[in-house]
C-alpha cells in the first residue's frame, strides 16, 4: 500500500531533529501536487530569501540594538538612535530578516549573536548623525532565529493536520481530484502571513519600471505635490516638503540634499516600510528621491 505524502509531512514537521529544510521541499511538493499557488509561493521564499523589507514576514521581524563598528577601539560599539521623529527611530531599530531559510538556520548553528546589515539608504541616514562612515549592524540573539525556525516548522504542521482534518491525504505522490477541490479551504491560516509579495496597484512593487510614474516638472512644486499625493502623502507631508524646500540650499546631486531634505525623504521611507503610501517600500528610496531630483532638474 502506498504512502500518505501528508501523514509523511506531519511526522517531519512534528520532529525536532528533522531538518527544516526537509520540511520545506515536502511541502512544497504537496503544495504544488495539489495547486496551491499562494502556499507555494511562500515556501519559495522561505528557501530562497525575501526580496524586501515590505515582503518580509512579522515573524522575521523585532526590536534591535544597534552597533556600529569603531576603528579607533577596533570593536563594536553600541549605537543609540534619538531623531524627533518616533516613527523613525521605531524603523532603524527595527530589523527584517530576508535571509533565505537555510541562512537562518547556519546563524543559529553558529551559537552567537548575528549580525544583520542595514540597508544602505538607511545606514546612510545614521552616518549624517554619527559623522563619519562604518559599519552599521542590527546585533539579534540566536532565540529569534530558533523563533523563525519554529514557527515555519509549526505553520506547516498545522497546515498538514488541517489537510488530514478533511481528508486529504495523498497516495504516493498523487492526489486525487476531490482532494485537490477541497485543498484551497486549508491555506487560509498560511497564505495570510507573508508581507505584500503581491502588492497591486502599488508603485514600485514587482519587476516594473519604478521611475514610470514620475510627472514632475523642473521647478513646478504643484506637479510635485500632485506627484507625492499620487503616492499617498498627506497635506502634512507636503507641508513639511514644502518648508524643507524653502529652507534648503537647492541640491545639484541626489547626494547633497540638506539635512531637512534628507530627513523628510528618510520620514516618507518610513511611511512607506509602514504601509501608509500607495508605493513599495523597496522602491521607496529611488521614487521619492528622484521626484525631488525631477524638481531641482538634476539628472537621474
Known sequence: MATSPVLELQALACDPGSDILSVLMKAKMIAVKLGLSDLTEWIQLELNGYPSFDTVPEYRKGQSQLKAYSPQHQSWVPLVVNFN???????????????????VKKMNNKGENPFLPLPDWMADTLYAGIG????????????????????????????????ESKGILGEGLQFSPREKEVAPMTVHNVTNIHGNVNNA????????????????NAGDFNSLEKQLK???????????????????????????????LGKWVVNMIGKAYAGTL???????????????????????
Open 85 to 103: 521623529d518616533a516613527e523613525l527611530n521605531a524603523m532603524v531599530s527595527t530589523f527584517h530578516i530576508t535571509e533565505s531559510i537555510s541562512s
Open 201 to 216: 496597484g502599488v508603485i514600485g512593487s514587482g519587476n516594473g519600471d519604478i521611475s514610470q510614474n514620475n510627472t514632475v
Open 278 to 300: 500607495n508605493i513599495a517600500a523597496s522602491a521607496a528610496p529611488s521614487l521619492l528621491t528622484n521626484a525631488i531630483c525631477h524638481y531641482y532638474n538634476i539628472p537621474v
Open 132 to 163: 563619519q562612515k562604518t559599519e552599521i549592524v542590527w546585533v539579534i540573539s540566536p532565540g529569534i532565529l530558533e523563533h523563525v525556525i519554529t514557527t515555519v516548522r509549526n505553520k506547516i504542521l498545522d497546515w498538514s493536520l488541517d489537510l
Open 230 to 260: 499620487d503616492w499617498g502623502a498627506n497635506d502634512e507631508d507636503i507641508k513639511n516638503l514644502h518648508q524643507a524646500i524653502q529652507e534648503s540650499p537647492a541640491p545639484t546631486t541626489p547626494d547633497n540634499f540638506s539635512d531637512s
